[in-house]
Protein backbone atom coordinates (compact mmCIF):
# COMPACT_ATOMS: atom_id res chain seq x y z
CA UNK A 1 0.00 0.00 0.00
CA UNK A 2 1.51 3.25 -0.95
CA UNK A 3 -0.78 5.39 0.67
CA UNK A 4 -2.64 4.74 3.85
CA UNK A 5 -5.95 5.78 3.95
CA UNK A 6 -8.21 6.74 7.31
CA UNK A 7 -11.44 4.58 8.39
CA UNK A 8 -13.70 5.40 10.86
CA UNK A 9 -16.57 3.11 11.97
CA UNK A 10 -18.58 5.03 13.97
CA UNK A 11 -22.51 4.52 15.28
CA UNK A 12 -24.59 3.03 18.39
CA UNK A 13 -24.56 -0.34 16.80
CA UNK A 14 -23.31 -3.07 17.13
CA UNK A 15 -20.38 -4.16 14.92
CA UNK A 16 -17.69 -1.27 14.73
CA UNK A 17 -15.19 -3.64 16.34
CA UNK A 18 -16.30 -6.47 14.26
CA UNK A 19 -15.55 -4.51 11.48
CA UNK A 20 -12.23 -3.31 12.16
CA UNK A 21 -11.34 -7.17 13.19
CA UNK A 22 -12.34 -8.60 9.62
CA UNK A 23 -9.89 -5.58 8.14
CA UNK A 24 -7.42 -6.63 10.45
CA UNK A 25 -7.82 -10.13 9.93
CA UNK A 26 -7.82 -9.56 6.29
CA UNK A 27 -4.96 -7.43 6.27
CA UNK A 28 -2.35 -10.45 8.37
CA UNK A 29 -3.54 -12.68 5.87
CA UNK A 30 -1.91 -10.62 3.11
CA UNK A 31 1.43 -10.75 5.19
CA UNK A 32 0.90 -6.97 6.19
CA UNK A 33 2.16 -5.91 9.75
CA UNK A 34 -1.29 -5.51 11.86
CA UNK A 35 -1.32 -3.63 15.18
CA UNK A 36 -4.93 -3.47 16.53
CA UNK A 37 -5.04 -1.64 19.49
CA UNK A 38 -8.15 -1.13 22.05
CA UNK A 39 -9.15 1.74 24.55
CA UNK A 40 -11.26 0.84 27.07
CA UNK A 41 -11.35 -2.67 27.31
CA UNK A 42 -9.55 -4.66 29.54
CA UNK A 43 -11.93 -7.96 29.93
CA UNK A 44 -10.90 -10.78 28.57
CA UNK A 45 -12.96 -10.36 24.45
CA UNK A 46 -12.97 -13.04 21.61
CA UNK A 47 -11.04 -11.68 19.15
CA UNK A 48 -7.17 -11.47 21.23
CA UNK A 49 -6.85 -14.88 20.72
CA UNK A 50 -7.62 -15.42 17.29
CA UNK A 51 -5.66 -11.96 16.09
CA UNK A 52 -2.53 -13.04 18.32
CA UNK A 53 -2.49 -16.16 16.53
CA UNK A 54 -2.13 -14.46 12.72
CA UNK A 55 0.62 -12.35 14.02
CA UNK A 56 -1.35 -9.56 15.14
CA UNK A 57 0.25 -7.27 17.95
CA UNK A 58 -2.34 -6.03 20.37
CA UNK A 59 -2.14 -3.25 22.49
CA UNK A 60 -4.65 -3.23 25.21
CA UNK A 61 -5.37 -3.01 29.13
CA UNK A 62 -4.91 -6.25 31.01
CA UNK A 63 -7.22 -4.58 33.74
CA UNK A 64 -10.94 -5.19 33.46
CA UNK A 65 -11.27 -1.94 35.36
CA UNK A 66 -15.20 -1.54 34.50
CA UNK A 67 -17.72 0.95 32.82
CA UNK A 68 -16.13 4.94 32.87
CA UNK A 69 -19.97 5.99 33.92
CA UNK A 70 -19.67 4.02 37.38
CA UNK A 71 -16.37 5.00 38.06
CA UNK A 72 -15.73 7.50 41.50
CA UNK A 73 -12.76 10.23 40.65
CA UNK A 74 -9.55 8.50 41.50
CA UNK A 75 -10.56 5.68 39.32
CA UNK A 76 -11.19 7.67 36.31
CA UNK A 77 -7.64 9.17 36.83
CA UNK A 78 -6.46 5.93 36.72
CA UNK A 79 -7.95 4.71 33.72
CA UNK A 80 -6.97 7.85 31.89
CA UNK A 81 -3.16 7.18 33.02
CA UNK A 82 -3.58 4.25 31.39
CA UNK A 83 -4.98 5.23 28.11
CA UNK A 84 -2.42 7.51 27.47
CA UNK A 85 0.13 4.83 28.28
CA UNK A 86 -1.81 2.19 25.83
CA UNK A 87 -1.59 5.75 23.21
CA UNK A 88 2.03 5.93 23.88
CA UNK A 89 2.99 1.76 22.99
CA UNK A 90 0.56 2.66 20.03
CA UNK A 91 3.12 5.53 19.10
CA UNK A 92 6.05 3.52 19.72
CA UNK A 93 4.97 0.88 17.39
CA UNK A 94 3.88 3.12 14.49
CA UNK A 95 6.96 4.80 14.86
CA UNK A 96 9.79 2.29 15.42
CA UNK A 97 11.84 0.46 13.33
CA UNK A 98 9.50 -2.00 11.68
CA UNK A 99 6.95 -0.20 9.83
CA UNK A 100 3.27 -1.38 10.69
CA UNK A 101 0.99 -1.42 7.59
CA UNK A 102 -2.11 -1.21 9.97
CA UNK A 103 -3.22 -0.07 12.51
CA UNK A 104 -6.39 0.02 14.53
CA UNK A 105 -7.26 2.19 17.19
CA UNK A 106 -10.79 0.51 18.62
CA UNK A 107 -12.38 2.93 20.73
CA UNK A 108 -10.20 5.77 19.99
CA UNK A 109 -13.19 8.05 19.08
CA UNK A 110 -14.66 7.04 22.71
CA UNK A 111 -11.42 7.75 24.09
CA UNK A 112 -11.33 11.53 23.07
CA UNK A 113 -14.82 12.16 23.64
CA UNK A 114 -14.53 11.32 26.96
CA UNK A 115 -11.39 13.49 27.17
CA UNK A 116 -8.77 11.28 28.03
CA UNK A 117 -6.45 11.71 24.68
CA UNK A 118 -6.55 15.43 24.00
CA UNK A 119 -7.76 16.09 20.83
CA UNK A 120 -4.94 18.11 19.25
CA UNK A 121 -2.60 14.99 20.73
CA UNK A 122 -4.73 12.51 18.62
CA UNK A 123 -4.52 15.01 15.49
CA UNK A 124 -1.18 15.41 15.73
CA UNK A 125 -0.68 11.87 15.40
CA UNK A 126 -2.92 11.32 12.51
CA UNK A 127 -1.53 13.93 10.67
CA UNK A 128 2.22 12.70 11.35
CA UNK A 129 1.44 9.15 10.75
CA UNK A 130 3.70 7.21 8.28
CA UNK A 131 2.06 8.04 4.54
CA UNK A 132 1.69 3.71 3.64
CA UNK A 133 -0.02 3.70 7.04
CA UNK A 134 -3.97 2.41 6.66
CA UNK A 135 -5.44 3.95 9.96
CA UNK A 136 -9.05 2.53 11.58
CA UNK A 137 -10.70 4.49 14.22
CA UNK A 138 -14.05 3.05 16.08
CA UNK A 139 -16.36 4.62 18.17
CA UNK A 140 -19.47 6.56 18.31
CA UNK A 141 -19.23 10.14 17.33
CA UNK A 142 -16.13 11.39 15.52
CA UNK A 143 -15.06 15.27 16.26
CA UNK A 144 -15.73 17.45 12.45
CA UNK A 145 -11.85 17.15 11.95
CA UNK A 146 -11.48 13.53 12.13
CA UNK A 147 -14.72 13.66 9.73
CA UNK A 148 -12.74 15.76 7.30
CA UNK A 149 -9.94 13.79 7.00
CA UNK A 150 -11.39 10.62 7.08
CA UNK A 151 -11.26 8.13 3.68
CA UNK A 152 -13.62 6.26 4.37
CA UNK A 153 -17.05 6.62 6.55
CA UNK A 154 -19.14 3.84 7.85
CA UNK A 155 -22.25 4.47 10.51
CA UNK A 156 -23.91 1.45 12.44
CA UNK A 157 -27.25 2.18 13.51
CA UNK A 158 -28.77 0.59 16.07
CA UNK A 159 -32.28 -0.67 14.41
CA UNK A 160 -32.94 -3.09 17.39
CA UNK A 161 -30.77 -4.46 20.43
CA UNK A 162 -31.61 -7.08 22.60
CA UNK A 163 -29.48 -4.62 25.21
CA UNK A 164 -32.68 -2.96 25.29
CA UNK A 165 -35.09 -5.62 26.79
CA UNK A 166 -32.68 -6.14 28.98
CA UNK A 167 -30.39 -8.56 27.58
CA UNK A 168 -26.71 -8.59 28.87
CA UNK A 169 -23.98 -8.32 27.05
CA UNK A 170 -23.41 -12.17 25.81
CA UNK A 171 -19.85 -14.27 25.82
CA UNK A 172 -18.76 -14.66 21.86
CA UNK A 173 -21.49 -12.96 20.13
CA UNK A 174 -20.93 -9.07 22.15
CA UNK A 175 -16.85 -9.69 23.43
Not at 35 to 64: D, H, M, W
Request: proline share 3%; charged share 35%.
Amino acid sequence: MSEGLIHLYLGDGKGKTTAAVGLAIRAAGRKRKVVFAQFLKGRKTGEVAPLKGLGVRVIRSEKNRGFYCYMKEEERVDFRAEQLRLFEEIREAVFGADPVDLLVLDEAVDVLDMNMIDDAVLQSFIMQKPEALEVVLTGRAAPDWLMERADYITEMKKVKHPFDKGVAARESIEY
